[in-house]
């Protein structure tokens, strides 16, 4: 079945540690997406790439970077994760149409924890 | 003013009543809607889209009203399965930037 896929599910790091986590579709979409979701928040939108063209939300901070090497995978890397890290990290895909209805499918999301 | 506001709830509802959902939005620009359910601890599941003209799909019906700007979501004969956080969604800027709400949480009791 075509779909998102996050790995890993759970991942747990150290204060300051570097850490990435994996996205990758089987959809063919162009556009890939990372969010936070702190508990009981709303998932916040960190930046998204259409094709290889990387797209910041202004209020990203630089501690979080992204990667697309293909079309299929993008890499969340958290350069110096802080307690406030914690959280789940949703990974989403759109086709990349102009229209308004321009659906985002997620993947499962991974869970971070900051010891 | 947050971009997009519900009324987190909770909203407990015995199965086979009607429950409605509202959720208000600050730009007016907007063009893009949508109701997205999430279960404890899952990824954000697309509900439906929301439709200037209203739209329903079985159970479910959502409204949208440009002037007020504001989005209703209407549960029909709730089912255990309803259960969920449900996320009222709206771009800003292009399609591609959604703003989500904070969720309105529902349990349906037997």
């Known amino acids: 079945d075509a779909m998102v896929i996050q790995n890993p599910r759970y991942q747990v790091t150290q204060f300051g540690k570097p850490v990435t986590l994996s996205c990758s579709q089987t959809l063919n979409h162009n556009v890939m997406y990372w969010y936070q979701q702190k508990s009981s928040q709303a998932p916040k939108l960190l930046f998204h790439?259409?094709?290889?063209?990387?797209?910041n939300e202004a209020d990203t901070p630089d501690n979080f970077q992204s990667r697309r090497p293909n079309t299929s995978f993008c890499f969340l890397d958290i350069r110096s994760p802080g307690l406030g890290d914690a959280a789940m990290y949703l990974c989403a895909t759109s086709r990349g149409g102009q229209g308004p209805q321009e659906t985002q499918y997620f993947g499962p999301g991974t869970r971070l924890l900051v010891l | 003013r947050k971009e997009v506001e519900q009324d987190p709830g909770p909203f407990n509802v015995p199965e086979g009543a009607t429950v409605a959902f509202n959720c208000t939005y600050s730009?007016?620009?907007?063009?893009?809607f949508f109701w997205y359910r999430q279960d404890c601890r899952k990824e954000p599941k697309l509900l439906m889209s929301v439709y200037s003209s209203g739209n329903e799909d079985g159970r479910f019906t959502a409204q949208l009203n440009r002037a007020s700007q504001y989005i209703s979501l209407l549960i029909r004969d709730s089912k255990l399965s309803d259960s969920a956080t449900y996320l009222c969604?709206?771009?800003?800027?292009?399609?591609?930037?959604?703003?989500f709400g904070s969720g309105t949480q529902l349990t349906v009791l037997p």
């Open positions: 790439y259409y094709d290889k063209d990387f797209n």
């Open positions: 969604v709206v771009n800003r800027g292009s399609a591609r930037q959604l703003t």
């Open positions: 730009n007016s620009a907007s063009q893009s």
